[in-house]
């Protein structure tokens, strides 16, 4: 069963508008999340991170939004560009080990 | 500075052979992971180290072995390859785990079992 969960396969949304991705979680000792970014043929990269005794965290047009009673959090994107068209995986950590969600394929149409 | 290089990129096998996937980092980190991703199941962490001469399971580590012998290396292997093992293949590493540092992935290795 998955612990980590993005329930939206994919997010269509219009250049200059906000994208939001979000992601749940079930276990709750996950105390570290992060967020990472997909093209073809390479691996993730690194977008943004939020530590569990937070609730933002904002890089740039990233941020990041944490519920821990709801767990649940989400990433906003603002504004959008067509070059963030990727796929995007949530991610949470329990000690060492980091645990991946299945990942929402966003497109943004210019 | 390479980061993380996985070799090989493609490769195909017949089911019951074995192979050796390689993961190699400059970066002097200390934790390494390998995960594979399949259609609508994201990342599965097969195994992982947190330094050298260290392994452990992750959530989906049957039907692999790994080792850590050096440092900068982290190899996966199958041992009698199956269909169901045909997937892309991602390593990553971690400066001192996630806390501290966010993990660095490799471009993938894309295995296709027969």
């Known amino acids: 069963d998955q612990q980590v969960k993005q329930n939206s396969p994919s997010l269509s949304v219009q250049e200059g508008r906000i994208s939001i991705l979000n992601c749940d979680y079930t276990n709750s000792m996950f105390d570290y999340f992060l967020w990472y970014k997909k093209y073809p043929a390479e691996g993730p990269t690194f977008l943004i991170s939020i530590s569990s005794i937070k609730d933002k965290n904002e890089d740039g047009r990233f941020t990041v939004f944490l519920n821990k009673s709801a767990k649940h959090l989400s990433l906003h994107i603002v504004p959008s560009q067509p070059g963030d068209s990727a796929v995007y995986f949530c991610a949470a950590s329990e000690g060492d080990k980091v645990i991946f969600g299945p990942g929402t394929s966003l497109s943004v149409i210019p | 500075n390479a980061g993380v290089t996985q070799t090989p990129k493609f490769r195909v096998l017949k089911t019951g052979q074995s192979m050796t996937l390689l993961c190699a980092q400059d970066?002097?980190?200390?934790?390494m992971y390998w995960y594979r991703q399949d259609p609508g199941m994201g990342l599965r962490l097969i195994h992982y180290s947190v330094g050298e001469g260290t392994t452990a399971k992750g959530e989906v580590p049957d039907g692999y072995n790994v080792s850590r012998l050096k440092k900068q290396n982290f190899l996966l292997g199958l041992e009698s390859a199956a269909p169901s093992q045909t997937s892309v293949y991602f390593c990553?590493?971690?400066?001192?785990?996630?806390?501290?540092?966010?993990?660095?992935f490799g471009n993938g290795t894309r295995l296709t079992v027969t």
């Open positions: 970066m002097n980190h200390e934790y």
């Open positions: 990553a590493s971690s400066l001192a785990g996630v806390y501290n540092s966010p993990l660095h």
